[in-house]
């Protein structure tokens, strides 16, 4: 099978870790007789410090062509406060919106090998497994904006068939689970959230009712998260409470440095990309955590190529890197941490 993949390394440690992730898919070639072709562009502040749009249209053309985009991460502090001019982070909204990648999946999934890394206690993480489900494309960060001296504004809509459509995506998903899904929203105070919650009401009664459903205000579900997280199995939410709650999720597993994400939409390409972001202060220093990025070329292998089976085989390898201790320093102390290189070679011997 050959595999073409638009890579965007981007800003920040970006380009270190999809470097380890891209190693990652060309063990699994190998040993599983594909043929990967891996192709570069340019987004974000990259973009930005070529002279060019923060999503240039060939970027756009390469990913157009290819089987799935594999992203690194986008920001640069450089670009943040410059008013009027192109923020990096548009590039990522714009290859969203372009390719109509409307719901978010992130799994949290602490390694039972390493359970005492994370700040949650032991107990509360054996047998945590949760799929967010995060709507994404709509919702206050694509709404209109305004912003004068001493005022500003930020739209959050959402219409029906938005909601539908991302509902049925975690719902689909929980029936090959465990059957649950947990719908969050602020529907007590937010006109959006009260749509939300009768849109989710209507829809799972009517053509999901073989499924367990919760609904929850968003600040109970951010405190029901580190209190209960074995009770959750499919979350979905709308994109603002996604991004938050996602990011606060990454402690039970250790750190924001292990999650993946896939963005998907009706068609291919899908985007894939760690969690975690750019993380300007950590760049060049070849120690950032490249296990989100691992983790998201094997959800790149599942949910883009169908290749179900080299998708577990790189998760094992992450599992079994975790469980011999290979680890960088947002998991263990300085002493014991180990570079991305060193942590990525391990992880690209132990695909088999």
């Not at 990913?63 to 920001?75: M, N, T």
Request: with cysteine; hydrophobic share 45%; net charge negative.
């Amino acid at each position: 099978m050959q595999i073409k993949i638009a890579c965007l390394p981007g800003d920040g440690i970006g380009p270190e870790v999809i470097a380890v992730a891209v190693a990652a898919l060309q063990r699994v070639a190998d040993l599983y007789g594909h043929e990967l072709v891996v192709e570069e562009a340019l987004i974000g502040a990259a973009a930005l410090d070529a002279g060019a749009e923060p999503l240039p249209q060939t970027t756009l053309d390469l990913c157009a062509a290819s089987d799935a985009i594999l992203l690194g991460a986008i920001g640069d502090p450089r670009y943040s406060g410059a008013e009027g001019k192109p923020r990096p982070e548009s590039g990522l909204l714009g290859i969203r919106k372009h390719f109509g990648l409307f719901a978010n999946l992130r799994p949290i999934v602490p390694a039972q090998a390493v359970l005492d890394l994370s700040p949650i206690k032991p107990e509360y993480l054996a047998g945590v497994d949760i799929l967010f489900v995060r709507e994404l494309t709509g919702g206050i960060y694509f709404g209109a904006k305004e912003r004068e001296v001493d005022r500003a504004s930020d739209l959050c809509e959402y219409s029906a068939a938005e909601i539908q459509r991302v509902l049925r995506v975690a719902a689909d998903l929980a029936r090959k689970r465990r059957g649950k899904i947990t719908s969050i929203d602020k529907a007590n105070v937010m006109a959006t959230s009260g749509l939300w919650r009768e849109v989710c009401s209507r829809l799972l009664a009517e053509e999901y009712h073989d499924l367990e459903v919760e609904h929850l205000l968003v600040d109970a579900a951010a405190m029901h998260l580190l209190q209960r997280p074995r009770d959750f199995d499919v979350i979905v939410t709308e994109n603002l409470f996604g991004d938050v709650l996602t990011d606060e999720a990454s402690v039970l597993t250790g750190s924001l440095g292990m999650l993946p994400s896939a963005s998907l939409g009706a068609a291919k390409p899908g985007l894939f990309e760690p969690v975690h972001g750019s993380a300007p202060d950590l760049a060049g220093k070849g120690v950032c955590n490249p296990m989100g990025a691992v983790l998201t070329a094997a959800m790149l292998l599942r949910h883009a190529l169908g290749l179900e089976t080299e998708a577990v085989a790189v998760e094992k390898a992450v599992d079994s890197t975790l469980s011999k201790r290979i680890l960088t320093g947002d998991l263990c102390g300085p002493a014991d941490a180990l570079g991305t290189a060193q942590v990525g070679e391990a992880i690209c011997s132990a695909i088999a």
